[in-house]
Nanobody, 121 residues
Framework: QVQLVESGGGLVQPGGSLRLSCAAS????????MAWYRQAPGKDRELVAR???????KYADSVTGRFTISRDNAKNTQYLQMNSLKAEDTAVYYC???????????????WGQGTLVTVSS
């Protein structure tokens, strides 16, 4: 019904930047909250940043001031601009969206497949 497709991961040196994208497609009426999570090897998945439909944002303390979440509602797409990357930012990054399915009153939590970000010299 609905899928999220991520792009933009890769290898970057410490101090560098990357921009992740996550595009939603399918039977979408609207999208409420959108968010990015990450999971490093041997660790639990953690919330990185969240953005509401109105544009309010929330960040994990570890990325505040370095990462910026944004969204383009017309394209059903969210972004994560990551600057001043550190080795500890290395993880698989997942996007999530709360999607209102067309012709229903049901919000569905949808996850992307994940994209690997490696910060290393």
């Amino acid at each position: 019904q609905v899928q999220l497709v991520e792009s933009g991961g890769g290898l970057v040196q410490p101090g560098g930047s990357l921009r992740l994208s996550c595009a939603a497609s399918g039977n979408i009426f609207s999208i409420n909250d959108m968010a990015w999570y990450r999971q490093a090897p041997g660790k639990d998945r953690e919330l990185v940043a969240r953005i509401s439909s109105g544009g309010s944002t929330k960040y994990a303390d570890s990325v505040t001031g370095r990462f910026t979440i944004s969204r383009d509602n017309a394209k059903n797409t969210q972004y994560l601009q990551m600057n001043s990357l550190k080795a500890e930012d290395t993880a698989v990054y997942y996007c999530r969206a709360d999607v209102l399915i067309k012709y229903t009153d049901t919000y569905l939590e949808v996850w992307g497949q994940g994209t690997l970000v490696t910060v290393s010299s």
